[in-house]
C-alpha cells in the first residue's frame, strides 16, 4: 500500500497559513510591544500625548488646538473638524475628525469664508480695513488640529488681550516672545507660538 501524496493545494495552503500566523505574532504584538517600550522609556512625555497638566489635571494636549473664544484669550486658527456626526453642535478641534476642508484655491465656499474670516478677525481685534491679515488667522491647517499661531497673529491679538485683562500691552507681547517656539532643528517650518501655553502663561501671570 502506499502512502497518498499531499495535494498542491494542501502544500500551498499550509505554509501560507504559517507565514501569516508569524507575521500577526511579528507585526502585530512584537514589533508594537518593542516601539511602544522604547517610546515610553527615550521620550515618555510625547508617548503619553504631550499631556499639559495644571495642578495635576490633564487639560490639553500641546499638539491638539483648543477652541478659545474669550477676548481674555488668544484665538486658535480655524478649525476644519466641524463634521458633527451624532450632534448638531459644531466640533472645532474634534481629534476624531481630523482633516482639512478639501476646498480647491478657487472653491467659492473657500473664497468666500476666508472673506468673511478676515472681516471677522478685523473687527475683533479692532483692525482698520487695509491691516493685512495673516493667512493662518482666517485658514484652518491640513489636519484641522494645529495647536498654533504665527507671530503676526498672535501680534495683532496682543493688544485685544491686554485690554480683555488690564494688563500692559508690553506685558502680553513679552509673554508671547517667552512663549515662541523656533524652526525646528534650526531650519524647518516657521516661529510659532503654541496657543493653550500661553493662555496658560497669561492666566498665571494675572494671578501672581
Same mark, same amino acid.
Not at 30 to 49: D, E, K, S
Not at 127 to 133: T, W
Given at each position: 500500500? *502506499?502512502?497518498?501524496?499531499?495535494?498542491?493545494? $494542501?502544500?500551498?495552503?499550509?505554509?501560507?497559513?504559517?507565514?501569516?500566523?508569524? @507575521?500577526?505574532?511579528?507585526?502585530?504584538?512584537?514589533?508594537?510591544?518593542?516601539? *511602544?517600550?522604547?517610546?515610553?522609556?527615550?521620550?515618555?512625555?510625547?508617548?503619553?500625548?504631550? /499631556?499639559?497638566?495644571?495642578?495635576?489635571?490633564?487639560?490639553? %494636549?500641546?499638539?491638539?488646538?483648543?477652541? @478659545?473664544?474669550?477676548?481674555?484669550? @488668544?484665538?486658535?486658527?480655524?478649525?476644519?473638524? *466641524? &463634521?458633527?456626526?451624532?450632534? !448638531?453642535?459644531?466640533?472645532?478641534?474634534? #481629534?476624531?475628525?481630523?482633516?482639512?476642508?478639501?476646498?480647491?484655491?478657487?472653491?467659492? &465656499?473657500?473664497?468666500?469664508?476666508?472673506?468673511?474670516? $478676515?472681516? #471677522?478677525?478685523?473687527?475683533?481685534?479692532?483692525?482698520? !480695513?487695509?491691516? /493685512?491679515?495673516? $493667512? !493662518?488667522?482666517?485658514?484652518?491647517?491640513? %489636519?484641522?488640529?494645529?495647536?498654533?499661531?504665527?507671530?503676526?497673529?498672535?501680534?495683532?491679538? %496682543?493688544?485685544?488681550?491686554?485690554?480683555?485683562?488690564?494688563?500692559? +500691552?508690553?506685558?502680553?507681547?513679552?509673554?508671547?516672545?517667552?512663549? *515662541?517656539?523656533?524652526?525646528? @532643528?534650526?531650519?524647518?517650518?516657521?516661529?510659532?507660538?503654541?496657543? /493653550?501655553? +500661553?493662555?496658560?502663561?497669561? !492666566?498665571?501671570? &494675572?494671578?501672581?
Amino acid at each position: 500500500m *502506499t502512502v497518498q501524496s499531499r495535494s498542491p493545494f $494542501v502544500s500551498v495552503l499550509i505554509p501560507a497559513i504559517t507565514t501569516a500566523i508569524w @507575521f500577526i505574532i511579528l507585526c502585530g504584538i512584537i514589533y508594537p510591544l518593542l516601539t *511602544t517600550v522604547v517610546a515610553n522609556v527615550l521620550f515618555p512625555y510625547q508617548a503619553q500625548g504631550s /499631556l499639559i497638566t495644571v495642578n495635576g489635571k490633564v487639560i490639553g %494636549s500641546e499638539l491638539i488646538g483648543q477652541n @478659545f473664544t474669550a477676548p481674555k484669550y @488668544f484665538h486658535p486658527r480655524p478649525s476644519a473638524t *466641524t &463634521k458633527t456626526g451624532t450632534t !448638531d453642535k459644531p466640533q472645532p478641534y474634534n #481629534a476624531a475628525q481630523s482633516g482639512a476642508s478639501n476646498y480647491g484655491p478657487t472653491n467659492k &465656499k473657500l473664497i468666500d469664508g476666508v472673506k468673511d474670516a $478676515v472681516a #471677522a478677525y478685523r473687527k475683533e481685534n479692532g483692525l482698520a !480695513d487695509n491691516v /493685512l491679515v495673516p $493667512v !493662518d488667522a482666517v485658514t484652518a491647517s491640513g %489636519s484641522g488640529l494645529d495647536p498654533h499661531i504665527s507671530i503676526a497673529n498672535a501680534n495683532l491679538q %496682543s493688544p485685544r488681550v491686554a485690554k480683555a485683562r488690564n494688563l500692559p +500691552l508690553t506685558e502680553v507681547q513679552k509673554l508671547v516672545k517667552q512663549n *515662541t517656539q523656533g524652526r525646528q @532643528f534650526g531650519l524647518l517650518g516657521e516661529p510659532r507660538v503654541n496657543v /493653550l501655553k +500661553l493662555n496658560l502663561a497669561l !492666566d498665571q501671570a &494675572k494671578s501672581k
